[in-house]
């Protein structure tokens, strides 16, 4: 089976870095994916890992310890509008069209 | 950029009505997705699809199938509506196998209300 956990809230200081941990246990490892959603909006997609390290992307990193099952998705200068849901989503399976499953995603608040 | 539409942004149905979810993707992607989204389950596959004509089971598709007649256009059938439905609907779309960082491409959602 699947299992993807995320903390189900965080909350933050405009300007101060936070960082969203996700565990995962698949039967496979192929990708780990994070989204953010804003309220009322569609998950967008902002990074992808596959191989152990970081990867960053602006003010927005993300790393993978595939030994461990582990992710974080690291957020530097937060502002106002980073205030969304966080998911997680791994793929199990190769060129699997099955694509991802997700975490509950994790609610960040960014206070002024 | 890709674009993907669902026909409806907020639907209110009655409690046996039988609901149409349509979704159109722009981009000549193959794969096609319906998910659900509740709070605290996060988001949970219904069915999905590899190709026109082709369709597979998620994590839950019990009370609803799906059509893929084109490849632009999938679309969520709920057969007789039940109040355990209401629900954010998700379509999401992405290119074949072989890309496989190719992420999901979503719709802005559709919340449906079953009374």
């Known amino acids: 089976g699947q299992n993807i956990d995320q903390p189900t809230e965080m909350t933050a200081t405009e300007g101060a870095i936070v960082q969203i941990n996700c565990t995962y246990q698949?039967?496979?490892?192929?990708?780990l994916f994070w989204y953010q959603q804003h309220a009322g909006e569609a998950p967008t997609f902002l990074s992808y890992?596959?191989?152990?390290g970081l990867e960053e992307k602006g003010r927005f990193s993300s790393f993978l310890s595939r030994s461990k099952g582990y992710s974080y998705l690291l957020l530097k200068e937060l502002q106002m509008k980073d205030s969304a849901s966080y998911l997680c989503?791994?793929?199990?399976?190769?060129?699997?069209?099955?694509?991802?499953?997700f975490g509950s995603g994790t609610q960040l608040t960014v206070l002024p | 950029d890709v674009k993907v539409t669902q026909s409806s942004r907020y639907l209110v149905k009655r409690t046996g009505e039988k609901v149409f979810l349509e979704c159109v993707q722009d981009?000549?992607?193959?794969?096609m997705f319906w998910y659900r989204q509740d709070p605290g389950l996060g988001l949970r596959l219904i069915y999905f699809?590899?190709?026109?004509?082709?369709?597979e089971k998620g994590d839950i598709p019990e009370g609803y199938s799906v059509s893929r007649e084109k490849k632009e256009r999938f679309s969520l059938i709920l057969e007789s509506a039940s109040t355990n439905q209401t629900s954010m609907y998700l379509c999401?779309?992405?290119?074949?196998?072989?890309?496989?960082?190719?992420?999901?491409?979503f719709g802005n959602g559709t919340r449906l209300t079953v009374t």
């Open positions: 999401a779309s992405s290119p074949g196998p072989g890309k496989r960082d190719s992420p999901l491409h």
């Open positions: 698949t039967s496979g490892f192929n990708g």
């Open positions: 890992n596959v191989l152990d």
């Open positions: 989503a791994v793929r199990d399976l190769p060129r699997s069209a099955r694509q991802l499953t």
């Open positions: 981009m000549d992607h193959e794969n």
């Open positions: 699809s590899y190709d026109v004509k082709m369709k």
